[in-house]
């Protein structure tokens, strides 16, 4: 079965750093991969995703993420980060053979970005 | 108005009750689905239905049933709630037809605690 890791449980990082949270995949075929965000109180809002084409996907909030196929990997950047950035962020995978029908999530990193 | 709305946003309850959360949607989606979330562990996987004659289990299946009512109505059930079924409820959306890519449209959530 497909599973979805994300290495880092909770970041803290001051405005204006540079963010990379790490997303790692178990499967081995064809995917699509997305970065979903959910700020305090709220629902999950899609962040970016990549089904085919350019591996460096570009999001909202100049969020981008980039997918190596040979590392399983589809991690995500900013390269500075604001407090509204507070939130969590979570990896999600879904998988051809499943018709790509069946979203599995990462457990999720809280970032906490102080002003 | 949002296009996936759940009901109710907030419920206490003692163990033992019987708990309805509903959801509908105007999306025009085909398929939804039901994620609980717990601090730690990101969303997992509940029910999720294809059509309104298709129900599948997920991962966390026990202790919970569903009802497709309709193409827009997919309600969420426990018999019997008990403690550890204390989380946020998230129902969601999602298209397949076309060029989509089974990204997920979620409601806003139903906190549900159970004392």
């Known amino acids: 079965a497909q599973s979805v890791s994300q290495h880092n449980h909770h970041v803290i990082l001051s405005e204006a750093a540079s963010l990379e949270l790490g997303c790692n995949y178990s499967?081995?075929?064809?995917?699509?991969l997305f970065w979903y965000v959910q700020y305090p109180g709220q629902h999950l809002q899609l962040l970016l995703k990549?089904?085919?084409?350019?591996?460096l996907v570009k999001g909202i909030k100049g969020f981008e993420a980039e997918f190596i196929k040979s590392k399983f990997s589809f991690n995500l950047r900013k390269p500075s980060v604001q407090w509204s950035d507070t939130a969590e962020y979570f990896c999600?995978?879904?998988?051809?053979?499943?018709?790509?029908?069946?979203?599995?999530f990462g457990t999720g990193t809280r970032l906490l970005v102080s002003p | 108005d949002a296009d996936v709305t759940q009901t109710p946003r907030n419920r206490i309850t003692k163990t033992g009750k019987r708990i309805m959360l509903e959801c509908s949607q105007t999306?025009?989606?085909?398929?939804m689905y039901w994620y609980r979330q717990d601090p730690g562990l990101g969303l997992r996987l509940i029910y999720y239905?294809?059509?309104?004659?298709?129900?599948n289990k997920g991962e966390i299946s026990d202790g919970y049933s569903v009802s497709r009512q309709a193409q827009a109505k997919f309600s969420l059930s426990l018999e019997s709630a008990i403690p550890n079924q204390t989380a946020l409820y998230f129902c969601?959306?999602?298209?397949?037809?076309?060029?989509?890519?089974?990204?997920?449209?979620f409601g806003e959530g139903s906190r549900l605690t159970v004392l």
């Open positions: 969601a959306t999602s298209d397949l037809r076309g060029e989509s890519t089974g990204e997920l449209f």
């Open positions: 499967y081995g075929g064809t995917v699509n």
């Open positions: 990549y089904f085919s084409g350019d591996p």
């Open positions: 999600a995978v879904n998988a051809r053979n499943t018709g790509f029908q069946k979203l599995v």
């Open positions: 999306k025009g989606h085909d398929r």
């Open positions: 239905s294809f059509d309104v004659k298709d129900i």
